[in-house]
């Protein structure tokens, strides 16, 4: 039977749970063991997937189609372990298959009420397919207080009862400040946390303590008082220069023993952790900087960007240099003139994004690559914008766009309205939902010879994870390929162009899928670390 650690945060949230859960998740795989994360959020949406990146960061994507946590992504790159439909779950689905159940009967003769027909649900969830790892991993979103988390808190309690204490333990995340003006940690607001949690049924068995500064032996012992926590179960977790120190601090404080104790397993094994020493090593002795520009419309939160910028640092520990990050906002790109910008980077990433706000932006970025021989990398609609920039400016299409944007013009780019999954049609139209109803998840590409991006993938069949409802025309590709563009990925039956290139260009590729989303630390994506090992090329670094 699998063990249960549940995650939980108090004081304010943002602590870094996610990143908390994945590094515990990498130190029991360290140890052998098998393991799978889950995320349980509070919120009312069914998914993500219709929240804006610049409240909630970005979403993200797995396999089999899901929308998703951003921490699921912390999950993947830390353990490398492929996150599923069953590994989110969110107040808002709780509530949906609640209600479903009541219409349909299934609670004839019964009240519907919280307890217990949403927390059983919210039970079944955490249960349901574990069979395959030794430990669950479950981080409840928000923090302990919040009137809408109350049901799952509520849920865990009773399944720290049912599963009996030897099969889960409580770790909280909670803040010890570091008052500047007393020049001091201040550890009421953990004790206030540990305590709201208390008075709801759950006594936390580990405590992580996040504070910017060194946590001293005393104000540990304090804290285990208070908390009722023992002392070596209070574990300092201090800011760090790079995430992927995290696992390495957390070992060297105990967390990962402290854990096997408490499920009276082994733990005396010394644990050997150079993969993750050499990757730290690496991350902080860069040999050189490139500066890329991403230019995109939610540059107001870098976490709506994550898996982005985490896959640029991956490219860069790759290549053994540093990527610097220049956001430049695609929505002010013409009123500010940030062509000015671009003369100062080595290369030019267009996100992925939704809706006709900023676009012009993103074109001209573009073009300015194109025109000045600048690594130029296009994702989903990064690689759609390029395509009108290139049928407006190259191919003679002047009023070349997006149905997406307008109803007037050519359209070289178009809504999906059927598609193969399998040996499945998905069929959509454009009055639909806008949740769930895009062409999401793991999808095949054929990559043709004599390409950039075989060159690149070094194979002729890739997967890749979608997220868009959008598609370059396929009834265009051949006009735009004399001008001089080259569609050298597609879906298998090739109706749906998947990656172009500019063969006349230094480097310059758009892709219709995230690669973001499959990025790992110890292996970065090839088609980041092609596109900053080109932009390395730009600045005169050398490998």
């Given amino acids: 039977m699998a063990r249960f650690i549940f995650i939980t945060g108090g004081v304010v949230s943002s602590l870094g749970k996610g990143l908390a859960s994945a590094s515990l998740g990498a130190l029991l795989q360290a140890r052998g063991y098998k393991v799978r994360l889950r ?18 960061g970005e979403v ?12 699921l992504g912390h999950y993947e790159r830390f353990t490398d372990v492929t996150a599923r439909k069953g590994d989110n779950v969110t107040t808002g689905q709780i509530y949906s298959d609640l209600i479903t159940k009541e219409r349909r009967g ?23 397919d574990t069979d395959d790892a030794d430990f669950i991993l479950c981080e409840i979103g928000g923090t302990v207080g919040d009137i809408e988390a109350l049901p799952f808190f509520e849920s865990i309690r009773q399944l720290g009862y049912e599963l009996d204490r030897n099969n889960a333990v409580f770790v909280h995340l909670t803040l ?8 001091e940690l201040k550890t009421k607001p953990t004790q206030h946390s540990v305590k709201e949690l208390r008075s709801i049924g759950i006594q936390p068995d580990i405590l992580l303590c996040r504070s910017e500064k060194e946590i001293p032996e005393n104000e540990k012992r304090k804290i285990a008082l208070f908390s009722n926590v023992p002392e070596d179960c209070v574990i300092t977790a201090p800011d760090l220069k790079s995430i992927y120190q995290v696992p390495l601090r957390y070992h060297r404080e105990g967390f990962d023993v402290q854990i096997l104790k408490r499920f009276g397993l082994p733990y005396q094994e010394k644990l050997n952790l150079d993969k993750w020493e050499k990757l730290v090593e690496n991350d902080l002795s860069p040999k050189g900087e490139v500066n890329i520009a991403i230019v995109g419309k939610y540059t107001g939160l870098s976490d709506a960007y ?3 910028v985490e896959s ?38 267009v996100p992925g994004g939704f809706g006709s706000d900023g676009v012009k932006g993103k074109i001209a970025a573009a073009t300015y690559a194109r025109e000045n021989n600048i690594p130029y990398f296009g994702i989903c609609l990064g690689m759609q914008v390029a395509v009108i920039e ?114 006349n260009h230094p480097w310059f590729i758009g892709v219709q899928f995230h690669p973001e989303f499959k990025s790992r630390p110890f292996c970065a994506h090839p088609i980041f670390k092609a596109f900053v090992k080109a932009a390395m090329d730009l600045s005169g670094l050398q490998k």
């Avoid at 025309?473 to 749906?496: A, C, H, I, R």
């Fill in 106 to 128: 299934d609670y004839l003769g019964g009240t519907v009420q919280v307890i217990p027909h949403v927390t059983d649900l919210i039970k079944e969830f955490i249960l349901n």
């Fill in 306 to 308: 994550k898996s982005l």
């Fill in 390 to 503: 290139a049928a407006r400016n190259l191919a003679g299409i002047k009023d070349a766009n997006s149905s997406e944007f307008t109803e007037d013009g050519t359209h070289v780019v178009g809504l999906m309205t059927e598609w193969s999954r399998g040996s499945l049609i998905e069929y959509r139209k454009k009055t639909g939902d806008l949740g769930g109803t895009m062409r999401l998840g793991n999808y095949d590409c054929s990559i043709k010879p004599n390409t950039l991006a075989r060159l690149i993938y070094g194979k002729a069949k890739i997967n890749e994870r979608h997220r868009h409802r959008y598609e370059v025309n396929v009834d265009y590709v051949e006009q735009l390929e004399k001008s001089g563009l080259k569609f050298s990925g597609t879906s298998p039956d090739g109706t749906l162009p998947e990656i172009v290139e500019n063969p």
């Fill in 312 to 349: 640029l640092h991956h490219a860069g520990m790759a290549n053994n240099i540093k990527v610097k990050i220049s956001w430049i906002n695609s929505r002010t790109f013409l009123l500010e003139n940030s062509t000015k910008k671009l003369k100062e980077v080595h290369g030019i990433l």
């Fill in 39 to 56: 995320k349980l959020d509070p919120y009312l949406n069914v998914d993500p997937g219709t929240m804006s990146p610049t409240q909630h």
């Fill in 176 to 183: 010890v400040p570091y008052l500047s003006a007393a020049k």
């Fill in 60 to 71: 993200f994507v797995t396999d089999d189609g899901a929308e998703t946590d951003l921490d």
